[in-house]
Structures are given as structure tokens and as C-alpha cells.
């Protein structure tokens, strides 16, 4: 049973930053691959980022390349989403995730562990 909790969400103005922060317990972190996905009021939960196990490889959606960074402390167990030059857009829940394998995934089902969620509310 892996744990995920979300931490870092809160409100910004348009143009700044946030460092979410995703700590998990239970089997071998550094051996599967974390993701960050994102739900705004009225819409389905999109893909943000993800990094694999391992290798760490990372893969960003279109929306967000170039402004957000993903990255793992393996030593502590947590999962890290830089996001610079927010929009108003970038409004959500922001989840984070516990891949079945160490390979970074895209689709939502490619996840087994969920965090509860944190709320970045980013301000015009």
C-alpha cells in the first residue's frame, strides 16, 4: 500500500510561482514512476507531468511545457512540481500519483495511488 500526500497548493497572482510537493510511504519509491495530474471545476482530470522510476524520465503535457518542472527526491521519498509563469488556466486540484511500473505514463489508469489533492488557485 503506497500513501501519497500533496502539499504546496495555495493562491497566486498571474506571471508567479508554486512548488507542490507529493511525500510517499510504503513499497520502494524509487522504483515506479510518480505523475501529476489536474481537475478544474467542470472538467475531467487532465495529465500534467510524469517522471519514471529509475531513469527518470519526465514527459509534460503541451499546456504546461516549458513553465512546469517535475522532479523526485528518492532519498525522501517525494515528487516535486515546479510551476513558473502560472495562468489563470492552470486553476485546479492538483493530484498526484504512484504509477503500477517504473515506466512514465500519460493515461490516467497507468496510476494506482492517489494523493487527496491540493487547490492552486492562480489569480488575473
Known amino acids: 500500500q503506497v500513501q501519497l500526500v500533496e502539499s504546496g497548493g495555495g493562491l497566486v497572482q498571474a506571471g508567479g510561482s508554486l512548488r507542490l510537493s507529493c511525500a510517499a510511504t510504503g513499497r520502494t519509491f524509487s522504483t515506479y514512476a510518480m505523475g501529476w495530474f489536474r481537475q478544474a471545476p467542470g472538467k475531467e482530470r487532465e495529465f500534467v507531468a510524469t517522471i519514471s522510476g529509475i531513469t527518470s524520465t519526465t514527459l509534460y503535457a503541451d499546456s504546461v511545457k516549458g513553465r512546469f518542472t517535475i522532479s523526485r527526491d528518492n532519498a525522501k521519498n517525494t515528487v516535486y512540481l515546479q510551476m513558473n509563469s502560472l495562468k489563470a488556466e492552470d486553476t485546479a486540484v492538483y493530484y498526484c500519483?504512484?504509477?503500477?511500473?517504473?515506466?512514465?505514463?500519460?493515461?490516467?489508469?497507468?496510476?494506482?495511488?492517489w494523493g487527496q489533492g491540493t487547490q492552486v488557485t492562480v489569480s488575473s
Open positions: 500519483a504512484a504509477g503500477y511500473s517504473n515506466l512514465a505514463a500519460i493515461r490516467f489508469n497507468s496510476y494506482r495511488y
